[in-house]
């Protein structure tokens, strides 16, 4: 059973900054693609930051230049830091890994509000 973790959440003021990370456990195979979603109040989930099983990394146009996503493989666990947070950052934030297109799994969640 493959089981995502999130943790690194919180409160934080306009301008400031948080580190996400997401704890995989359950399986031994290599996820192709991990990646970061958010869904804030009243709008659909959409996807934040992506990184390959070779590194390379996505960003939404939201989080360029501020956000940076990484993953240790070694470890199975995700990385987002997310700098000069603004309001719109507020979100409930959700790790997502693929080991295939069968194969998707989804962390529980974890609130960001970012105060102005």
């Known amino acids: 059973q493959v089981q995502l973790v999130e943790s690194g959440g919180g409160l934080v003021q306009a301008g400031g900054s948080l580190r996400l990370s997401c704890q995989a456990s359950?399986?031994?195979?290599?996820?192709?693609?991990m990646a970061w979603y958010r869904q804030a109040p009243g709008k659909q989930r959409e996807l934040v930051a992506a990184?390959?099983?070779?590194?390379?990394?996505r960003y939404a146009d939201s989080g360029k230049g501020r956000f940076s996503i990484s993953r240790d493989i070694a470890k199975k666990t995700m990385y987002l830091q997310m700098n000069s947070l603004t309001p719109d950052d507020t979100a409930v934030y959700y790790c997502?890994?693929?080991?295939?297109?069968?194969?998707?799994?989804w962390g529980q969640g974890i609130q960001v509000t970012v105060s102005s």
């Open positions: 990184v390959y099983s070779n590194g390379t990394p």
């Open positions: 359950g399986t031994t195979m290599l996820f192709q693609v």
């Open positions: 997502n890994a693929k080991i295939d297109p069968g194969r998707n799994y």
